[in-house]
């Protein structure tokens, strides 16, 4: 089955916010550039979990996964809420999607990004996890 990218386009000819988009995109790539982070929000994205189950779930030591953890929260990709003696980790899909978004307006300056995968800006659907 394919599917088609359905992304909103950001402005990223403005001089004002160059360079702060580009800041703030290279945090988040980084965040995003490691295999067991990556495995993380995937493991996020079928449902809220707390370390112990991400723990059990990809074999990582409680120390590693909370090391892991640390990069997507400070990025809000992830978002925690205390419950009893555990904390409960969620996917931030509107922090996740920021990227994209952006990495797409960026490929959207050529003809060929444009075609591959934007359509013209209008309102975002609202996404699951969605947190500040």
Do not use: F
């Not at 909103?8 to 295999?35: F, H, I, N, P, Y």
């Amino acid at each position: 089955m394919t599917r088609e990218l359905d992304v909103a386009l950001l402005d990223v000819t403005s001089d004002a916010s160059v360079l702060d988009q580009a800041r703030q995109l290279a945090a988040c790539l980084k965040a995003l550039g490691d295999e067991n982070r990556l495995l993380l929000l995937v493991l996020l994205a079928e449902r809220p979990r707390s370390v112990r189950e991400l723990t059990e779930a990809t074999g990582m030591s409680q120390t590693l996964v909370s090391h892991h953890l640390a990069p997507l929260r400070q990025q809000g990709l992830v978002s925690v809420t205390p419950r009893g003696r555990s904390n409960i980790y969620d996917l931030c899909c509107q922090a996740l999607a920021a990227p994209v978004q952006l990495l797409a307006s960026l490929a959207a300056l050529t003809p060929e990004g444009a075609t591959a995968c934007c359509t013209p800006a209008r309102a975002q659907p609202a996404g699951r996890g969605v947190s500040g």
